[in-house]
């Protein structure tokens, strides 16, 4: 089993910055890639931004490009978002994901993330 876990959210005003920080343990070598969720209340959940763990590419939302970076620390199975220039509409719990290695190809999907954080709390106030 893969376990996930999310830290670094908090209350921050709008134009701020927060760095999540998200740890994988247990058999990391059965996923290839990490991913970033959000869920606002009363919406769905949505695609945030994804890196595979050797770091060679990155994918983002559209709504949160220029502004956000994923980046990875192989050695330590950790992933970071940084988040910059945040706005109120940023405000959700966020989620971390570990994609399985039989998927492939697929980075926005949240259907073939298997492994799920317990989400962390960001709030951007005006």
């Known amino acids: 089993q893969v376990q996930v876990a999310e830290a670094g959210g908090g209350l921050v005003q709008a134009g701020g910055s927060l760095r999540l920080r998200c740890v994988a343990s247990g058999r990391t070598f059965r996923t290839n890639a990490m991913g970033w969720f959000r869920q606002a209340p009363g919406k769905e959940r949505e695609f945030v931004a994804a890196?595979?763990?050797?770091?060679?590419?990155?994918y983002y939302a559209d709504s949160v490009k220029g502004r956000f970076t994923i980046s990875v620390d192989n050695a330590q199975n950790t992933v970071f978002l940084q988040m910059n220039n945040l706005k109120p509409e940023d405000t959700a719990v966020y989620y971390c994901?570990?994609?399985?290695?039989?998927?492939?190809?697929?980075?926005?999907?949240?259907?073939?993330?298997?492994?799920w954080g317990q989400g962390t709390q960001v709030t951007v106030s005006s």
């Open positions: 890196v595979p763990w050797s770091g060679s590419s990155t």
């Open positions: 994901a570990a994609r399985p290695s039989y998927y492939s190809g697929n980075y926005y999907s949240g259907s073939v993330y298997e492994y």
